[in-house]
């Protein structure tokens, strides 16, 4: 029999996946869709140059460089489970995107290489899940390493993220010496055996009692004792699992493994999804929207993607379905746009290839065909009650330049191109103060969406541009723009005032200290590292 709406909506799961790169977040997908049967053979998910194109080489740039700039959801079943996951880009030069696919996230697992520790990618984008409160599960990877002592890398996580951890499994050995983990609560110990080369197939696992005679003899007498050891002390410092701490994001729940060879890889999907809950409710300025009580269709845009087809120089618009039921096809309410929309051409990715979707449900993701009128954080929805999901913030850039164009005839094919890849939320645009379009600023979060803007502008819109870098490092907002006069802000030298394109006054600062000193001098300022969709 068909599940019902409810029942497939509880058996979702929806997280995103993040680490610093190298850590094996790839791989570690990789292996829950090999348990999950959705992928037959490992390297099916490879994203890297030398390999098959990843499934989310979308744009030519990616397949240039061989990284991964868009961010891509994958969607597989694993023991009655339906499981969304939505892949970061894994490379250091990151962009917005990053962030807000973490909006469309329930939780998060954070992918750490034993031999390194916390990694600072990895700090900015658990700031963004903090920010949130969504639950974040620790995956400590590459225990067929030498890894860094046990505790330290607690401690780290800890003392770095500020994040309170509790280990449900714990390593036995490492390196060559990596024999398995023992799980706190059941006491028991899963020794693990390779059972082929290159961790295609599942690892061969053995269960035994910690307190079964034969357990000192299956991982060796010193692992054993050492293992008792350190349980013991664990046990008296380790903080107590406390589910609601888990859920709120106080509280990381970390499990030990090795993505490559498969060990910790089953028992840690077991524990998480028992851990982790169905899609959990989402804010609308009507209150909180929750999937199991509102059985109208309701989806947010979260994600912007043009050309990934260049044939058909199409855009699609991935939205993070919040309650009900998507058919193909149907028509819903785009509130922002005021008016009826069909949801044509949805799409999902499964394992390795993109398909056209009959349903979805709320926990899911679905891009659909986007004709130019979606922007980030769109509501539609099919509810007579037309709320509206909270925005999505706009982080804060990193870095700026200003853009100017090789032929200055191209003037308006210019400014077309730049407005409407700022609208898709790919750049943010800026302009001076009282300057109107003639001086146009880009700001962005990795300094990869330059690369993204200029060869969009010259393949879509035939504009050459040149960038020049600006010193600047900070952007404010002006939490009381409409209390205070902007023209008479007596910023440090160094300060810039532009616009953004709602009309928005911010600041630019090349320092920390310089913030400081426009906010001692100017009394009653207020500013904000977030603005809003
Ligand atoms: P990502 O950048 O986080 O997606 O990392 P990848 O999954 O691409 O892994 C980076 C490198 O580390 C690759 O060469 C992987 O084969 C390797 N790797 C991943 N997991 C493990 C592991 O558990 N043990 C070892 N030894 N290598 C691993």
Redesign the pocket.
Known sequence: MANSIEQEIGRRRTFAII????????????KFLLYGGAINTAGSV???ANSKHAVSDWMEIEKERGISVTSSVLQFEYEGKCINILDTP?HEDFSEDTYRTLMAADCAVM?I?ASKGVEPQTIKLFKVCVMRHIPIFTFI?????EAKDTFDLLDDIEKVLGIETCPINWPIGCGKEFKGVYERASRNILRFEAVSTGGAKEAKETIISADDDNAADLIGEDFYDNLMEEIELLDGAAAELDMDKVHQGKLSPVFF?????N?GVEPFLEHFLKMTTSPLPRKSDHGEIDPMTEKDFSAFVFKIQANMNKAHRDRIAFMRICSGEFEAGMSVYHVQGGKDVRLSQPQQMMADERKIVDKAYAGDIIGVFDPGVYSIGDTLTTAKDKFEFEGIPTFAPEHFARVSLVDSMKRKQFVKGVTQIAQEGAIQMFQEYKGGMEEIIVGVVGVLQFDVLKFRLENEYNVQIRLENLPYEHIRWIENKDEVNVDTINGTSDMKKVVDMKGNPLLLFINEWSIGMTLDRNDGLVLTEFGRN
């Open positions: 680490s610093h790169p190298d850590a094996g977040k790839t791989t570690l997908t990789e490879k994203g890297k894994g992918v290489d990877n590459k225990m067929d390493r493994g090795s993505a490559l060879t060990f």
